[in-house]
């Protein structure tokens, strides 16, 4: 007489499911609040920076047609945009969005909006001042002087 062997296919339990389901949910959840935080400060540093792209690239404009141009900053419900205009036949970039700003200051005053930005054909930005762009803690300033040459600095407002 043969023997019959009965093969039992090993499987998860419905219950063993169930807890690894949340496991990982609890897990993911505790993952979401840094990431969150993490993607604004990400948002705003890119903002920024697509600000200052546009801005050197109007002052290459500025240099190559000998034309005057500027960029104004505005404020929209609230959200910060911006756009450059010139009297120059030129296609310029469409009004973008400055991401997760918070407020603009200039000379650590409180910039009113519409705030304009002069682009000299010299290649020179006035006003000759410190624009702030903040967003909670964090904050990036841009120093124009009297050259076309200026300098972009990261702000830590915490220890302010």
């Known amino acids: 007489m043969k023997e019959i062997k009965i093969v039992?296919?090993?499987?998860?339990?419905?219950?063993?499911?169930?807890?690894?389901?949340?496991?990982?949910?609890?897990?993911?959840?505790?993952?979401?609040?840094?990431l969150s935080g993490m993607l604004a400060h990400h948002r705003f540093h890119q903002g920024v920076k697509q600000f200052v792209i546009h801005l050197r690239e109007m002052q290459a404009l500025a240099l190559n047609y000998q034309s005057?141009?500027?960029m104004i900053i505005y404020k929209e419900g609230d959200r910060f945009l911006c756009k450059g205009f010139t009297d120059e036949p030129i296609k310029l970039f469409r009004p973008f969005e400055l991401q997760n700003i918070t407020a603009l200051t200039l000379d650590k005053k409180k910039t009113p909006t519409p705030f304009k930005l002069n682009i000299y054909a010299s290649g020179r930005i006035s006003p000759e001042k410190v624009l702030s762009f903040i967003r909670e803690e964090d904050a990036i300033e841009l120093h124009f002087d009297h050259s076309p040459q200026f300098k972009v600095k990261e702000v830590s407002l915490e220890s302010s």
């Open 8 to 34: 039992r296919k090993s499987s998860f339990t419905l219950l063993e499911i169930m807890i690894c389901l949340a496991i990982l949910s609890i897990v993911g959840g505790i993952l979401v609040f840094p």
């Open 68 to 70: 005057d141009m500027g």
